[in-house]
């Protein structure tokens, strides 16, 4: 075995520990609890049941918003039903969505390689990649799209930076991953109007145009348009513009669109990703010319003009930025390992890498942190049989009125109908339904309460924890005897659940 | 004779690769009719609602002299259209087939002139297909086989004058043309004049120079009368309108409006508008004025008409630029041009869907109908929209139409629609039903679906169901109608 050889094995065995490692610490948080950390997992996982058992996304829902029809583009549940089909524990499942989180740090060390020719450098990246805190939170216990789309963003970007070398051998892995990207998630409109955005800079330096970004640029431009003109085209009849705005209700827009502060996106992107990554974005885009890490500079721009046009949710910007942020940040690593070696200080070499590793501790802990808390967030067995009873106890055509947060759990669980969940997309009359839910759980006149429950075409009223959190309110304030049943008490989680019966 | 000839070979030779097959395009408006057949098998009445908007208008017109007319014309704006249909037709049955013969003949003769036009133009045959394929597939387009469209006249009538401009033949008549056109559709002199100014442009005959400078000191003068005439003294109480409207409502228009753009295809069209841009300076003028008058169409619907002959042309250049480009990556080549073929494929589908299943239904029809057979008359109560089509089967008038809505003059009527709509106070309610005398209600299952109401016993759904003071007389798979019973004692 020759030295290379040797060399390039070990590092495979480097990038195999940190994978490893990233992946046992998932397991280590996401094991402890038999549940999903968010309401909207359970949507998928019901769309991906519903896909095991009929071939087909459940597009009308009896139980959603009490019968509606959803807009979605279903390949990551198709991929969630095809490992439900060889087992149904859930177990299996989130092993399967963290091995593919995890994936982020190979493929985030192969675009780094790419970019800096550098393996130290590109190890430190595939370490904070694995790690960027945003990216932990919403892959360890959540079943999200989120889990593939990053790792295969990276990879296509590496795929089309190695076009130039050779562009037969690459041309259709790079077709294939694009067009696996574009459905998988709308979100790949960033990379698309990336590609279109590093041209025009191109351009506008006087440089010649890179042709064959161009045609994938167009290419994925049309797929696009038409792959979700197709499944968004009665939303985009409805709404027009306002899909942007995923229909989402007016007194939430300030969560989900907030224009993040510069100690925000510290916090949530971490320290290298951040500092290191800006500095990056700022060399690759205006000094220096690196193909390879042109494409992720241009998309991280148009990150932050969508940011501040306030059509990205906070979620994917903060996901986006991390992710993209932590490879880019590459090139300044090099430039700052370089100018040290540069200045012939004996030693400083391993001294500056290792301050950069020490400097990802914080980030790793952050980490930690985050999934300590996602899993003590997460439902617990004893809530669970509050909607296991609803289940069990209600009648078929009961109609629960639940928090947003509990709508998809209300439909997984106790298979019942709900008035509102957290899939706003064409849900009608959004803010009237929120005011009029957040009335009945809010007002003192049981009159008022009921009669909403009853425009709703409620037949119970569910309150738990999450819409006494919502609610501000440790019992329905408008309880009458006259009006409501107390039907159900969960005497661990103090639920309760009322039936309207005036 | 001989004079004759040689312009005849001259514009022979103008278009070398021109296909006389290609004039065979022009029948494709035929397959249109089909579109009456599809909204008959979805249970829908033959016609859009623009259409018994234009009928009602022709009736009134039939019963009326010139003279009274004019006269009226300061409430309802004259339209020579609806006028000379008026005189025309014989019988309402008759009526229904001029309009859709008329309609038909226009948009295959339009078709024809397009093609004519572009290849004057030495455009190439290609191009050319493209364009018209384009045209033939575009909304705004098809949607005219529905009604007849005073804009689809005075297009036509300009381009039969730019076509004799181009052979160089009877300029008189043209300009007559021109004229003409203005009768039916007045903003259509901002095209002409710009477009005698950019052909006056490229002119190098003194001669002809000189005749184009005359033609359009005469088009000036007489945009300037029009305006002066029928603009001015509109424009303070018209202002509040365009204050009033979402600055992005006739964007959505894009958005698979009957009446607006194709999303793909104007995306398409935009990206030829940009290699146009780029590509050559020589058309600057043009592209800026198709740039302004493209963002003026986000106020003022009437120019997506004729933008759409524009907006199909850039289209096609836009597909023969991305076919006919050197590529890199030569796979690609053929899998974009399937996607865009799927793409403009797709829009035009769900487009034909959205007419099919465009109201109004037949069972709207049909209650209508039993309305007016066991005579009941008086003002009905609906959505704006409906009234064309309740004047058309009943003869009874509306609250309000549609049309009329942002008139100064009924602002209050229209605020109490609003009120009554979604009142559930039952004294309100009778005060506004006695204030405008009306007699009926007529909820429709898209009033029910979301377009007034989303709940089902919101407003004044609540009250026609619980309170006596309403009774339903008919009922027909969701569409209803009600009878107001006047409190005659209070």
Redesign the interface.
């Known amino acids: 075995m020759d030295k290379k050889t040797k060399k390039v094995l070990l590092q495979v065995l480097i990038i195999f520990f940190i994978f490893t490692i990233n992946f046992f610490i998932r397991y280590y948080f996401f094991s402890q609890t038999p549940y999903f950390s968010d309401d909207a997992s359970y949507f998928v996982l019901r769309q991906a049941e519903h896909i095991s058992e009929t071939g087909r996304p459940l597009f009308e829902d009896p139980y959603s918003y009490n019968s509606r029809n959803y807009f979605f583009s279903p390949i990551y549940h198709y991929i969630i039903s095809f490992f439900l089909l060889i087992s149904k524990d859930m177990l299996l499942i989130k092993v399967i969505n963290n091995l593919l989180a995890a994936t982020i740090v190979i493929t985030s060390y192969l675009l780094a390689l790419n970019i800096t020719k550098n393996a130290t450098v590109s190890t430190i990246i595939s370490l904070t990649s694995g790690f960027v805190p945003v990216y932990f939170q919403k892959t360890l216990n959540t079943l999200s799209p989120t889990s593939i789309f990053f790792p295969i963003l990276l990879l296509l970007v590496y795929f089309i930076s190695l ?1 130039k070398q050779d ?1 037969k051998k690459y ?2 892995i790079v ?1 294939y991953l694009l067009f696996f990207l574009i459905i998988l998630s709308p979100l790949s409109l960033i990379l698309i109007l990336g590609l279109l955005f590093n041209q025009i800079l191109t351009k506008i330096d006087g440089l010649r145009t890179n ?2 970004e161009v ?2 640029f ?2 994925s431009f ?2 696009y ?2 792959y979700y ?2 499944i968004y ?1 009665q939303v ?2 409805e709404t ?2 306002l899909i942007l705005r995923q229909n989402i209700p007016f007194v939430l827009q300030q969560d989900y669109f907030l224009t993040p502060t510069p100690l925000m996106v510290f916090f949530l992107v971490g320290v290298i990703p951040f500092i290191i990554g800006m500095f990056s974005t700022y060399l690759v885009s205006v000094k220096e010319k690196i193909p390879q890490a042109n494409i992720l500079a241009s998309t991280i721009i148009i990150l932050v003009f969508g940011s501040f046009l306030n059509i990205i949710s906070i979620n994917a910007l903060t996901i986006s930025l991390g992710i993209l942020l932590g490879v880019i940040s590459c090139v300044g690593v090099k430039k700052l390992i370089d100018s040290f070696v540069n200045a012939k200080v004996p030693l400083l070499k391993t001294l500056v890498t290792l301050t950069l590793i020490i400097l990802v501790i914080p980030s790793l802990l952050s980490s930690l942190k985050i999934g300590e808390d996602l899993i003590r967030d997460t439902i617990t067995t004893q809530e669970v049989e509050t909607f296991m009873w609803i289940d069990k106890e209600l009648d078929d055509n009961a109609v629960i009125l639940s928090s947003v947060y509990d709508g998809h759990l209300i439909s997984y669980f106790s298979k019942r109908p709900n008035v509102v969940d957290s899939n706003f997309l064409m849900a ?2 959004i803010d ?1 339904v929120w005011k009029d839910v957040r009335t009945v759980y809010t007002t003192l006149f049981y009159s008022d309460s009921a009669r909403l429950a ?2 709703f075409g409620a037949t119970h009223i569910l309150v738990n924890k999450n819409t006494q959190k919502v609610y501000e309110f440790s019992d329905l304030p408008s309880f009458d005897e006259a009006c409501y049943k107390e039907v159900y008490t969960n005497k661990k989680t103090n639920d309760k659940i009322y039936q309207v019966i005036c | 004779m001989i004079k004759k000839n040689k312009k005849r070979k001259c514009s022979e030779v103008m278009n070398d690769d021109f296909d006389k097959r290609t004039y065979l395009l022009s029948l494709i408006p035929l397959s249109y009719i089909t579109l009456f057949f599809l909204r008959i098998k979805k249970e829908n009445t033959p016609f859009l609602s623009h259409f018994y908007n234009q009928i009602n208008t022709i009736n009134e017109y039939a019963n009326q002299t010139f003279i009274e007319i004019i006269r009226n014309s300061r409430i309802t704006p004259f339209n020579l259209t609806e006028y000379l249909l008026s005189r025309i037709s014989l019988t309402q049955q008759n009526t229904e087939l001029l309009i859709i013969f008329f309609s038909l003949t226009l948009l295959m003769l339009i078709t024809y002139a397009y093609i004519e036009i572009l290849k004057e133009l030495r455009t190439p045959n290609k191009t050319i297909i493209l364009s018209t394929i384009i045209l033939l597939i575009t909304p705004s387009f098809i949607s005219q086989i529905f009604f007849l469209n005073s804009t689809l006249i005075s297009i036509f009538l300009a381009q039969i004058g730019f076509l004799l401009f181009l052979k160089n033949r009877n300029r008189n008549i043209a300009l007559l043309l021109f004229v003409f056109s203005l009768f039916f559709w007045r903003p259509i002199t901002f095209f002409l004049i710009f477009f005698s100014y950019a052909y006056y442009d490229k002119t190098k005959s003194k001669k002809q120079k000189t005749l184009m400078r005359r033609n359009l000191i005469y088009l000036a003068l007489l945009l300037i009368f029009y305006y002066f005439i029928f603009i001015f003294p509109n424009i303070l109480p018209s202002s509040y309108y365009f204050l009033t409207r979402k600055f ?1 409502s006739k ?2 228009a ?3 409006n009957l009446f607006g753009y194709s ?2 295809i104007l ?1 398409l069209s935009s990206i030829g508008f940009s290699i146009s841009w780029f590509s050559s300076k020589k058309n600057f003028w043009t592209n800026t004025f198709l740039l302004i008058a493209f963002l003026l169409s986000t106020y003022f619907n009437n120019l997506i008409l004729p933008l759409t002959f524009f907006i199909s042309f850039f289209a096609a250049k836009a597909i023969n630029n ?1 076919a006919s480009r050197k ?3 030569e ?3 053929n ?2 041009l399937f ?2 073929f ?2 403009v494929l ?2 035009t589908s ?1 487009y034909i869907k ?1 007419i099919s299943n465009n109201p109004p239904s037949m069972n709207e029809q049909k209650v209508l109908v039993w309305m007016k057979q066991n005579n009941h008359q008086g003002i009905v109560l609906s959505l704006p929209k409906n009234t064309p089509l309740i004047t058309y089967h009943t003869n009874n008038p509306g609250l309000i139409i549609d049309k009329e809505i942002y008139r100064e003059e009924n602002l209050e009527r229209y605020s109490d629609l609003i009120n009554v709509f979604f009142s559930r106070n039952l004294e309100e309610t009778t005060q506004i039903f006695d204030k405008h005398n009306i007699g009926y209600v007529y909820v429709t299952n898209e009033m029910k679906n ?1 377009e007034v109401w ?5 407003g004044l759904l609540f009250l026609l169901k619980n309170s006596e003071t309403f009774k339903n007389i008919f009922y027909l798979s969701g569409v209803e109608l009600w009878r107001y019973q006047k409190n005659e004692t209070g």
């Open positions: 076009l562009t041309v259709g077709v042709k064959k045609e994938i167009i290419v049309f797929f348009l038409w003109f197709l085209k985009v009849f027009g513009f009608q009359n009237q009853f425009e | 992005f964007i959505t894009v958005f698979g999303l793909p995306l991305i590529w890199e990556l796979a690609l080549r899998v974009t996607i865009i799927c793409l797709l829009s769900s959205n979301g989303n709940r089902k016993d919101q």
